[in-house]
């Protein structure tokens, strides 16, 4: 039900980030949109001004296109257009799409997830749970939003950013109340939570994966504490939180996470509510025991990586907060697939392995190479990899130790360069690779090489991208080839 241009001033004054408004004789006029992007706008519109990039023209274009309305932090007194001010655009787009969109995930089970590594894997391991118990009861699957795809109920579609604004969020949010979906589970990262992306919801379910330096810079985090610390900020719109004892810094999210109303633990520790234990290989699976108040039973995941195991684990304390049986819980891990994530391709002959996996900090390059050196004993390994530009700056010294530590080569390459050169970005991380190396900007002629160049059992790592199909040059996405897709030509 739409509302009244002067609902939303009301709101944000009784929210305490009105500062004033002009709205002339607009007040009584009902409100049919919401958006930050004038090329969306249409006749009924309540356009907001967002952004550090944000240009008076926008507005104008909004004005044109019919909007009824503007939202900013400042005037813009040359375009003649109703306003309400407010002191932060950042907290108030949250309540304007709560408002606008009806607070629609009240009428579904949302999962949160956050972590530095392994959040992705972890919410695809949860929908192939949640999808195999809702095919019991003839339901459609559930929805699920993350950096790898989004799935709503009526939209589905290759992500490009971990947690999208909140107007896009509550977008979809409405798609899924309105479809009829019964679990939603999205990534939440520490931007969303610092930039108010995921304000005015409640999540059934906060987990708190795991936490590593990463994200600092100029444009994300200024230091360690400020990302920790929004990444803690999660447990103050949880009911449950779900945390890993395995994780570093455990005391400190222990602490944070009694703004909750419950608290459930996981991980290989005694004492843990929901423990693994007698992690084995069998061939091309991996098998594990899990022990709870309500069972203790052995489960299997068919994706590579010793580490995935935490990942499955955290799948199944949410399963285990949701009453869900254990034989889709089973069912679920053994089918689940990440696309991009330990995704491995082997030459005819069988000698090279290539693995392209998401892996793009710290904490999930140290886990992808020990688990690759534990399961592929006697071959040399080779890193594809890159860093994005002007973003997560440690990265450049984090990745090119480690990679230059445990490779016999690294061939580094474009991933996301943004508005800086790759060859100073590549030139940035080789000044820490103590192995030979090669700089290659094209990522598929990268890929190519570094197959060419095996001269016996290789597994060749290719980081960062997964199954993106663009490449972020200057502020445009450009069109590509997978890496997945890049490894099996090559191959």
Known sequence: MYRKLSDYSSLLRKKGLLVMEHLQDAGEKTVTGLTYNSKEVSEGTLFICK???FRREYLQDAADRGAVAYVSHEMYPEVSLPVILVSDIR???????ACFFERPAEHFRL????????????AYYLKAILDDYLSSQGKGESGVISSIDTYDGREFYESHITTPESVELMHHFRNAADTGLSYVTMEVSSQALKYNRVDEIRFDAGVFLNISEDHISPQEHYSFEDYFTSKLAIFRQTKTALICTDSDRFSDIADAAKEAERVITFGTKEGSDIRVYDVRKKEHEIHFRVHCDRFDEEFAITMPGLFNVENALAAIAISYLYEIPVSFIRSGLYR??????MECY????????????????????????ASTKEEYPGYDIV??????????????KDLGTIAGRESKKVYLTAEDPGEEPVDVISRDIAQYVACPYEMIEDRGEAIKKAIADCTGPTVILITGKGEETRQKYGREYIDCPSDAEYAQRYL
């Open 346 to 369: 082997t030459s005819s002959d069988g000698k090279i392995v290539a693995i392209v996996d998401y892996a793009h900090n710290r904490l999930s390059f140290e886990k992808l190479f």
């Open 336 to 341: 689940a697939r990440s696309k991009g994530r």
């Open 91 to 97: 907290p108030a787009m949250p309540i304007l799409a």
């Open 383 to 396: 890193t594809v990899f890159g860093c994005p530009g002007k973003k997560a700056l440690l990265r450049r």
């Open 111 to 122: 999962t949160g997830i956050t972590g530095t590594k392994g959040k992705s894997t972890t």
């Open 51 to 53: 952004g550090a990039a």
